[in-house]
């Protein structure tokens, strides 16, 4: 007994160091599948998110995970995604403050960005409990989750999900205080700036499509992992390897983003950050 304890004392900081390199890595990952998809500087003009944010329709199985957690960028029917996700923050620094939620469609059709953006989601007062999951207990519902509609024909559409740190003393501009609004335009940077919010403490994004594009598709290139900025102990990964085109021919990288695994992940398991 006694000695288990010191095994587990002894060990348990290492899993620490590990869990923590693990999401800088994945904090590098999604920062540059946010570039990639053009999403910064479209919607945000700067991404440096603080932690990782997991988002779970639980209407897909994570063959790599074996969880329901979506992968950056996962195309989705506007059905599988017609009900709010499960979220979920993994992040270094402690999430022990309140919380301000939202999805935005970074993609109404003919809209001048970031003016253009669809709000679908915003809930203020929103805490991350001891288990990392995002809780709307004690949250006011500006907009109540609106599933994605997009228009047919209008490509494939991202929408940002963001958890941002609400400052103490928070006041809402106006316009986005009353509570049960429905999607309706609204410029977020703007908001952001008015609201005085603090960090953006992670993010994610799928794409829905309906019918066929008439729009042109995006052009991205693969994420490269030897690029990747990795700013602490991402001890035990592998060497990073260059993901060159490991499916064909993507000289014009219709929306697809590629990336390798590192062999060694630790004990927390990532991968749905590098794989897209
Ligand atoms: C994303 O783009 C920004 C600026 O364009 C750059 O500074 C940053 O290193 C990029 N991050 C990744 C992970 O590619
Ligand atoms: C957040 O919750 C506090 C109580 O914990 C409440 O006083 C405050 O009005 C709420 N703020 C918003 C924006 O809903
Ligand atoms: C609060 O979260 C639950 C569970 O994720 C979700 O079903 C519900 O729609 C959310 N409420 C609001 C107002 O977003
Ligand atoms: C890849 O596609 C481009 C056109 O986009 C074409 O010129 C090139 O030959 C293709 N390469 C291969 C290996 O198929
Ligand atoms: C380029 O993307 C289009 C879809 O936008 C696809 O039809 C075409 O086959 C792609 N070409 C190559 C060379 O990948």
């Not at 992968?71 to 979920?88: I, N, R, W, Y």
């Not at 977020?188 to 960090?199: Q, R, Y």
Request: no cysteine; glycine share 10%.
């Amino acid at each position: 007994m006694r000695a288990w304890a010191l095994l587990t004392a002894a060990v348990l900081p290492l899993v620490a160091a590990q869990a923590n390199g693990d999401i800088n890595l994945g904090i590098s990952a999604i920062e540059a599948h946010f570039n990639q998809s053009h999403i910064v500087p479209d919607f945000l003009s700067t991404f440096e998110p603080k932690g990782l944010l997991d988002v779970n329709f639980g209407v897909y199985l994570n063959i790599v995970t074996g969880t329901g957690n979506i992968q950056p960028g996962q195309k989705f029917t506007k059905d599988e995604v017609g009900s709010a996700p499960t979220l979920t923050v993994h992040s270094p620094t402690t999430l022990n403050g309140q919380y301000v939620l939202a999805m935005l469609d970074a993609d109404v059709p003919g809209a001048k960005l970031p003016q253009g953006t669809n709000r679908h989601w915003l809930v203020y007062n929103v805490t991350v409990g001891q288990d990392s999951t995002i809780s709307n207990a004690t949250g006011t519902a500006i907009s109540r989750y609106f599933g994605p509609g997009p228009a047919a024909g209008s490509g494939p559409h991202r929408y940002v999900i963001l958890v941002y740190s609400q400052p103490s003393g928070f006041a809402a501009p106006a316009e986005f205080s009353q509570p049960e609004q429905p999607v309706a335009p609204m410029d977020w940077s703007a908001f952001v700036t008015n609201s005085h919010l603090g960090d953006l403490i992670a993010a994610n994004y799928i794409q829905v499509e309906e019918g066929t594009a008439t729009a042109s598709l995006l052009s991205t290139v693969p994420v490269v992992t030897s690029t990747l900025a990795v700013s602490s102990t991402a001890s035990g990964s592998a060497p990073a390897s260059s993901a060159t085109s490991p499916s064909g021919n993507q000289s014009n990288g219709s929306g697809s983003l590629s990336i390798r695994v590192p062999i060694v992940m630790g004990l927390v398991a990532l991968p749905a950050y590098f794989l897209a």
